[in-house]
């Protein structure tokens, strides 16, 4: 019975990872279809902001997977359909327009509260379409499975994939030109590089013996790990790491412990997946095999206080960084707390 629920542990915790997320669903709400809300001619400001101008509509963007959208009026009814979508939505003040989520949107609290539209990869077309969206922001993940349903329903898709930190601040500022929040997304963005700037700023004269080997565990059983094209490793590299994996493949991956042996991590991070909590922490730091790697030598082994703030493409994202940051570079980002 042990082994079965360790299986299904990882197969679960292996598709949440593949969505970005790892938090438990709050209880489902009662499903209501809320009222559109008023029309805007023009958006309205931000308190002691410069106002927003609407922009010049029918809108035509590209989106991450080079997908020509064309955004025939501001949206009013929006549906997200990742976290990180969702996270970057409310960052924006745009917290009124979304009328549906995934199960697994929970930050921040006020998106609990918002109708429960998909899962993991598959939402629920019929409950989506009687939402009447006029903009539904989509993840890579959906490319192969929703995303050919919803345009056949005409609705208008924007799709997000980001491989890079700076394909996280370009989806902000894509989301926000889209919706009259172009002002506000610039301001979001230009604090969120500010700091990533203050942590590059210290850790791009490095030289290569100065970058720790880094082992990014998403699970323990199999080993789950990312390699190049993510944002994950990008946010490696930024903090001053360099991704054990990225040369090996591309996207998330299995690898054997003789694979992760052989390339003798010096540091190794675990995201502490809600669900686990110090389930894959406690495995690896019990694991034999892994006892000579040099991350486990030196007692270099941390888990991330929030694994959203890692592995959601959304604001948060910098958040992880400077953790990580710490982590791979204590004498000069300072001690873990």
């Not at 001619?41 to 997908?67: C, H, I, N, Y």
């Not at 919706?179 to 700023?201: F, G, H, P, Y």
């Amino acid at each position: 019975m042990k082994q079965h629920i360790l299986v299904l542990l990882s197969l679960l915790a292996i598709v949440g990872l593949v969505f970005s997320v790892a938090c438990a669903c709050p209880p489902k709400p009662e499903e209501t279809i809320p009222p559109p809300p008023p029309t805007e001619e023009k958006p309205p400001g931000e308190a002691g902001a410069e106002p927003e101008e609407l922009p010049s509509f029918p809108l035509t963007v590209v989106d991450d997977l080079e997908r020509t959208v064309t955004i025939e009026k501001l949206p009013q009814r929006i549906v997200s359909l990742a976290p990180s979508n969702t996270e970057i939505l409310f960052a924006l003040g745009l917290e009124d327009k979304i009328v549906g989520v995934t199960d697994y949107c929970d930050y921040p609290e006020a998106a609990k509260a918002k109708p429960r539209v998909a899962g993991y990869s598959t939402p629920d077309t019929e409950k989506l379409v009687r939402l009447e969206p006029d903009l539904v922001l989509a993840e890579s993940i959906h490319e192969k499975t929703a995303l050919p349903a919803l345009e056949r329903l005409g609705l208008t898709v924007i799709v997000g994939s980001a491989t890079s930190i700076d394909v996280v601040l370009h989806d902000i500022t894509l989301i926000g030109q889209i919706n009259a929040k172009s002002k506000a997304a610039a301001r979001l963005v230009n604090d969120l590089t500010q700091r990533i700037e203050a942590v590059t700023s210290k850790t791009e004269s490095l030289t290569p013996e100065e970058h720790p080997r880094v082992l990014y565990l998403c699970w323990h059983d199999p080993i789950w790990t990312m390699g190049s094209e993510t944002f994950i490793d990008d946010l490696i590299w930024k903090a001053g790491g360099v991704n054990i994996f990225a040369d090996d493949f591309e996207k998330s991956r299995v690898v054997s412990l003789e694979a992760v042996v052989a390339e003798d991590p010096q540091v190794i991070i675990i995201s502490g997946m809600a669900t686990s909590k110090n389930l894959i922490y406690n495995s690896i730091k019990r694991e034999a095999r892994l006892k000579t790697v040099e991350a486990m030598v030196k007692n270099q082994v941390y888990q991330i206080s929030d694994a959203n703030l890692i592995e959601r493409p959304g604001p948060r994202i910098v958040d992880g960084l400077e953790e990580v940051a710490k982590f791979i570079h204590p004498e000069i980002f300072g001690t873990p707390e």
